[in-house]
């Protein structure tokens, strides 16, 4: 994998740290792969697509930085205080599309990030956040795996990243999730097939109803089906293209990426 490739000469002044660097990525087949490396601050970054057009070296943007645990325009974007940024790697990711990207994809991507500077301990509060346009932070933590961290999950699109530690109760982040995929479902309902959107609604409500009465392992499974169904109907049923600088809503990558993130909480609460 190729290193660092340059530094922008421009200053941060929120924080007065110095501005991103630019990484210049490694692309084999249909993943996008990158070093990144901050001073004494690294990660590897993956980006694996199901089907995508246009993937190059130029196709996509991929910058990251060195953050202040206490910056005040990051923390204000996150849940609450009991979302926080990491001492350990205090590193935010931001991957765009190029002014000149043709890149398409359709389905979702899966973006992993793994780091030696944390480590992964039993009941660990480290989640994998995303955010769009500088809205709010919020969690697409599809898969957290032993050893030192390796952070993955789901997504519709880009914009950017930042791994941090969550400890708000796990019921409470469950509820959130679910709310969260209802109301990608019900605002997206127009671009949907009336059949598709029966058959998931039914499928949600089911999962809701498995929550509300503990019954997790079957939540558990639910999702994943839920997932599935939306991946079967993709296409004329359910939108499911992402183009770079386009306008078309990638519904099927949205609805894919909050199941999968809701999954992994329940599977969370499921371990205690």
């Not at 995929?181 to 019900?186: D, M, Y």
Request: with cysteine.
């Amino acid at each position: 994998m190729k290193k660092v490739a340059g530094v922008l000469a421009l200053l941060v002044a929120a924080n007065g740290l110095a501005a991103d660097t630019l990484i210049t990525p490694t692309i084999t087949g249909n993943q996008l792969t990158a070093r990144i490396e901050l001073g004494a601050l690294a990660a590897d970054l993956s980006i694996t697509f199901e089907q995508v057009v246009g993937l190059n070296v130029s196709a996509l943007q991929v910058s990251a930085g060195a953050v202040s645990i206490s910056d005040p325009t990051i923390l204000s974007r996150l849940p609450g205080s009991l979302v926080s940024i990491p001492a350990g790697f205090p590193v935010l990711v931001r991957i765009e599309p190029s002014a000149s990207s043709a890149l398409s994809f359709a389905g979702v991507y899966k973006l992993g990030l793994h780091t030696h500077n944390l480590t992964f301990t039993a009941n660990s509060p480290l989640r994998l956040y995303r955010s769009h346009a500088g809205g709010p932070f919020v969690d697409m933590t599809g898969s957290l795996e032993m050893g030192s961290v390796r952070a993955g999950g789901s997504g519709p699109g880009f914009s950017e990243f930042l791994i941090v530690a969550d400890v708000r109760p796990t019921d409470s982040v469950i509820a959130q999730k679910l709310q969260t995929l209802e109301t990608a479902l019900a605002s997206n309902q127009a671009a949907i097939s009336a059949e598709a959107y029966t058959e998931l609604a039914g499928r949600l409500q089911s999962i809701r109803t498995q929550i509300t009465t503990g019954a997790i392992g079957p939540a558990i499974d639910a999702c994943a089906a839920f997932g599935e169904e939306v991946k079967k109907r993709s296409g004329s049923a359910i939108p499911d293209v992402w183009q770079a600088h386009g306008t078309v809503v990638n519904v099927a990558g949205i609805l894919r990426s909050a199941a999968d993130t809701l999954r992994f909480s329940l599977v969370v609460k499921s371990n205690g």
